[in-house]
């Protein structure tokens, strides 16, 4: 195969490709390291390259695929890992034992972590060619990618559009036709938001599902691990691969009787949906139409499929999600900043740590409880439906530099949360949520008019990601406007 044609591969499909050997782990390897230096650098999807890692993986990889050829053991699904040879890079927030690490900051100095996390063994196992480390803003605190130490990251799409955040160098990858496949985190919707802005797949399993372990912990339970693709398949068959519990887990969800790659091929049932088109966090968030149009339309597919969808309100009101602030800011107080670097902080970060340091430990604890006691009203509140539907963001990709707001930290802070007024109900119920490319809507800008996408979200009661994944796929095969995944995007500038 051609390097253009095995770019636009998912991750499932070039695996099969690699076993027939079509192509090679190396072919593949050299033909995504050209994108990643070309492409990948005019969208700010990376901040290093490993290809000296990528290279001795892409050889091994191809060292075993040529022997399970050789003893026809190649078509048996269990007799090599997965994903052998895909390449998957993974976000700079997470360590990978000899790629340099900086977490998005001009704080801290780039420092080579002696061992992989857990996740990044998890893929490693699974067969995955390290590539590089993709961008993320300081520290993954915002919802645009916008680093100091860095470009912005753009979507595609439109390149002087944000590509979200903070897992938005993984979705400039994957959205640009680099890599199948991208490592990313959601610690307040950092997989969703590029997912919206950059017309893939993003989805957040339930807490406790994915684990941080050995290496790392929960802390209050926000925040977990995920990948970036372009189908909901892909999606469920990396959900198989980092849905493996570490002893000592704090929070354990049961995977299910079968597989996610099975759930997308698995009739959900009559499923009673939710339509919530209100904004939950900020009432007076702006809503552009094509957002809700998209979840409308969304909705009408649900129902043509025989499913039940009403309408529901917000589960609480907008005033209690001050509980998940205070946690947000008390964790960037976390931030491994030494002395006398504070000033290299951005401002939004020095903002958010200030905030963290005014909280006191009877506050921090009475934030905690008061999370614990919203997820059960939000249970409560939503007993009646089986899903809730509703836009995934209140706007179209935002305007690189239109949300980062230096000299007011506060509003920055206070636009974001309009920008992404459902996305962190789910991270503080622990509750799987997933967004998928259904809309589009044309915008204009300082390039010109460009069609960029629109996602919708999906969201389900704790431990019902397999539900999600099927509803999910037979919203992908019936949507008559989800052309992302065949779309290439335009040549980047």
């Not at 770019?7 to 050209?34: F, I, K, N």
């Not at 990948?227 to 691969?241: C, E, I, Q």
């Not at 939950?280 to 009408?300: E, G, K, S, W």
């Not at 935002?398 to 930290?409: F, K």
């Amino acid at each position: 195969m051609s390097s253009p044609d095995v770019l636009e591969l998912g991750a499932t499909a070039l695996a099969h490709v690699l076993r027939t050997g079509a192509t090679s782990p190396t072919e593949v390897l050299d033909a995504t390291l050209d994108a990643a230096a070309g492409r990948g650098a005019a969208l700010g999807a990376f901040t290093v390259l490993a290809p000296e890692l990528a290279r001795a993986q892409a050889r091994a990889a191809e060292s075993a695929l040529v022997a399970a050829r050789r003893d026809g053991t190649a078509d048996d699904p269990g007799a090599l890992p997965p994903f052998l040879g895909v390449p998957c890079p993974v976000k700079d927030l997470n360590a990978v034992a000899g790629v340099p690490l900086r977490a998005g900051s001009a704080a801290i100095d780039p420092f080579t972590p002696p061992d992989d996390d857990g996740v990044v063994t998890l893929l490693r196992a699974a067969g995955t060619v390290m590539v590089g480390k993709t961008a993320t803003p300081e520290f993954g605190l915002p919802c645009y990618t916008e680093p100091d130490v860095g470009p912005p990251a753009r979507t595609p799409w439109d390149p002087s559009r944000s590509a979200g955040g903070s897992s938005g160098g993984a979705a400039a990858a994957v959205a640009a036709r680099i890599v199948p496949v991208a490592h990313g985190s959601d610690g307040g919707g950092s997989l969703r938001i590029p997912a919206s802005a950059c017309g893939l797949v993003g989805h957040k399993p339930s807490r406790g599902l994915v684990s941080p372990g050995p290496l790392g912990v929960d802390g209050p339970g926000l925040a977990t691990h995920g990948v970036l693709t372009r189908t909901v398949r892909d999606t469920a068959a990396f959900l198989d691969v980092l849905a493996r519990p570490w002893p000592g887990d704090t929070f354990v969800a049961g995977r299910g009787p079968t597989s996610f790659t099975a759930a997308c091929t698995t009739s959900p049932g009559p499923v009673r949906v939710g339509l919530l088109l209100d904004p939950v966090i900020d009432p007076a968030a702006p809503v552009h139409p094509a957002c809700l149009d998209a979840a409308r339309t969304a909705a009408t597919l649900l129902a043509a499929a025989g499913h039940d969808v009403v309408p529901v309100a917000p589960p609480f009101p907008a005033e209690r999600w001050a509980a998940f602030a205070a946690l947000w800011s008390v964790g960037a107080l976390q931030a491994p900043v030494t002395d006398g670097r504070e000033d290299d902080l951005v401002p939004l970060t020095r903002w958010l740590r200030e905030q963290g340091r005014a909280v006191t430990g009877l506050e921090h604890a009475t934030a905690l409880a008061a999370v614990q006691q919203l997820t059960r009203e939000v249970a409560t509140a939503w007993a009646d439906v089986d899903v809730v539907l509703s836009p995934t963001l209140a706007q179209p990709p935002a305007l690189v530099g239109s949300q980062r707001r230096d000299d007011d930290p506060a509003a920055d802070f206070a636009a974001q949360t309009a920008f992404t007024p459902w996305t962190s109900v789910w991270n503080l119920t622990g509750r799987p949520a997933i967004s998928l490319p259904l809309g589009e809507t044309r915008v204009d800008g300082p390039s010109g008019a460009a069609t960029v996408p629109v996602g919708v979200m999906l969201g389900g009661a704790h431990g019902a990601d397999a539900l999600l994944i099927a509803l999910a796929a037979r919203l992908e095969e019936s949507c008559p406007d989800q052309p992302w995944f065949d779309r290439h995007p335009p040549e980047v500038p």
